[in-house]
């Protein structure tokens, strides 16, 4: 199996910044635009801000992947952002969403979630590194994040999304055991 060291930084970044423009331009029509870090600066822990008290929470999806590369990839959208996807991709009314409750805006987090990281495995595959992917899940809340274990890299890669911020983060196994 090919250790992580062969998988380039620049192929991670390529392929997460082809994947999520991808994805919210085919299925939304929206437009997006990677957020470069300024140079000198690491991209920002926790990958979102501070939330202020009585916001709303967070989705996050999460997909993984495993075989000749292993990982998993977090997508972080600001819970208004996700009904706002949600009723674009359903082609459903801000009423028709509320009633049908929340678990359609987790199911749909969770589908573009899935597409992302499917495009983004496409092309680690393309490249060589074969691999699946894991059944998505689905993470609400404010206040909390992810952290990685020491056997793993992570990088954070910020989009601007038709005007909201959509966060990609990636977590990539570095040993073999």
Same mark, same amino acid.
């Given at each position: 199996?090919?250790?992580?060291? $062969? ?12 994947? =999520? ?6 299925? #939304?029509?929206?437009? =997006? *635009? ?8 690491? +991209? ?16 996050? @999806? ?14 972080? /959208? $600001? ?19 509320? +009633? ?7 199911? *749909?987090? @969770? ?5 992302? =990281?499917? =495009? ?8 060589? /590194? +074969?691999?699946? #992917?894991?059944?998505?899940?689905? #993470? ?27 966060? +990609? ?6 040993? $073999?055991?």
């Amino acid at each position: 199996m090919p250790a992580l060291q $062969e998988i380039s930084d620049s192929l991670i970044r390529d392929q997460i910044a082809r994947a =999520v423009p991808e994805v919210f331009k085919t299925m #939304l029509g929206y437009s =997006v *635009a990677l957020i470069e870090p300024r140079e000198g600066h690491a +991209a920002p822990w926790p990958p979102l801000p501070p939330v202020p008290s009585g916001a709303l929470p967070h989705i996050v @999806g999460t997909v993984g992947f495993l075989g000749d590369a292993n990982g998993l990839i977090y997508i972080y /959208f $600001e819970e208004s952002f996700a009904a706002e996807c949600t009723a674009s991709l359903l082609g459903m009314t801000a009423g028709e969403l509320t +009633a049908a409750g929340p678990e359609t805006i987790y199911d *749909a987090v @969770g589908e573009l979630t899935n597409m992302i =990281v499917g =495009v983004f495995k496409n092309g680690l595959c393309d490249s060589g /590194f +074969a691999c699946k #992917l894991t059944i998505p899940s689905i #993470l609400r809340g404010t206040h909390f994040c992810v952290t990685s274990t020491g056997s793993s890299r992570r990088f954070i890669y910020s989009f601007d999304v038709s005007g909201h911020r959509v966060v +990609a983060d990636i977590l990539m196994k570095t040993d $073999e055991t």
